[in-house]
């Protein structure tokens, strides 16, 4: 009989379906109920830098002195954190599966110093999203991604948990980043994060919020560069995130070379039955190909060949230049 178990960022898994940073995961009762249906793991909603400093200067006084404005700045923190801490703590005491913690920033700052708090409530692991757009015209080319670098390594110093990188996809080279990322002591990358969306309302003349959930076509990113990282930097663990919206998404995924995946939007858009659903599909395909576990086919089909071509990259060029010679 075959095991859905899996193994990642050094955390034990009972399957690889992993429910990503969202209002699904705001509150431990919320949480149980995910465990209860089948996840292999749960990464709460993200604690956000920006929305802490946003709040902070809601809050603020212009005319206050300087000490009183960073006292009210180290409060809030102070205030957010010990919310999220106690998240994490109540989380862990309703939830028989691994519960990863998750932050969302965008420059390395001593506020990353919760990450020991965090650490110390209890979670699994910590997730890091750094998440943001480059605009500025006097941009140092290289900058954003030393930014991940700089970032990791200040968690690094601070914890002992397996820390988890989820990445965007408006990186030139992913390949070079998360071999430094390795390098520095990321247990796992998380590809892809998801920007929001924009749109227009062409009759108010305003902008507008796009789709918010993500669809079936976005999980292509995700097999594509996957399948080339895996293959280029295999000491690490790889989760898909964006598009998984059926069970045979699970299954690309692990074949291109990912542990697990995470899922969010077609939890949104269905129900939590989703995720037995897709484990006992899992389970079928696998009894089907004769495959005991998901190290028997994690990564199959990305494989460099003897002169170091990645299969996946090969295969995804030749299938371009058929169609357009």
């Known amino acids: ?18 429910v990503s940073s969202s209002g699904l995961t705001d509150s431990a ?18 604690l956000f830098e920006e929305q802490i400093m946003m709040e902070a200067d809601w809050m603020g006084d212009p005319n206050m002195y300087p000490e009183g404005s960073d006292y009210l700045v180290g409060y809030i923190r102070q ?3 010990g919310e999220y801490l106690n998240l994490i703590k109540e989380s862990k005491q309703l939830c028989d599966i691994p519960v990863i913690a998750s932050i969302n920033c965008y420059q390395d700052a001593d506020w990353i110093d919760f990450a020991k708090q965090i650490e110390e409530a209890g979670a699994d692991a910590l997730e890091v999203n750094i998440l943001a757009l480059q605009t500025d015209v006097q941009y140092t080319y290289g900058s954003f991604e030393q930014r991940h670098i700089d970032i990791l390594s200040h968690i690094k110093k601070t914890v002992k948990i397996p820390v ?24 796992a990358v998380v590809l892809f994060n998801r920007f929001y969306q ?25 097999l594509r560069w996957i399948g080339i990282a895996s293959a280029s930097v295999g000491k690490l663990d790889y989760a898909a995130s964006g598009g998984i919206h059926s069970p045979e998404g699970v299954v690309k995924a692990i074949l291109a070379g990912a542990s697990a995946v995470e899922i969010c939007s077609v939890l ?10 897709y484990t006992r599909f899992l389970d079928s395909w696998m009894e089907r190909q004769g495959m005991k576990n998901i190290n028997q086919f994690k990564g199959i089909l990305n494989v460099n060949d003897p002169k170091g071509v990645n299969t996946f990259e090969r295969t ?6 058929s169609s357009h010679s």
């Open 79 to 81: 205030h957010k954190l």
């Open 316 to 321: 995804q060029f030749l299938k371009y230049f």
């Open 1 to 18: 009989m075959a095991t859905l178990e899996t193994t990642f960022a050094g955390l034990k898994l009972k399957n690889p379906i992993i």
């Open 164 to 187: 988890i990188m989820k990445l965007g996809d408006n990186l030139t080279n992913p390949i070079a980043l998360i071999d430094q990322l390795y390098a520095n002591g990321a247990a």
């Open 268 to 277: 949104y858009q269905n129900s939590y039955s989703v995720i037995s659903e």
């Open 198 to 222: 924009p749109d227009i309302h062409i009759e108010k003349l305003t902008q507008i919020s796009g789709s918010i959930f993500s669809n079936e076509a976005d999980l292509a990113k995700a």
């Open 29 to 46: 009762a919320k949480n149980q109920k995910l465990a209860a249906a089948g996840a292999g793991a749960i990464v709460l909603k993200s």
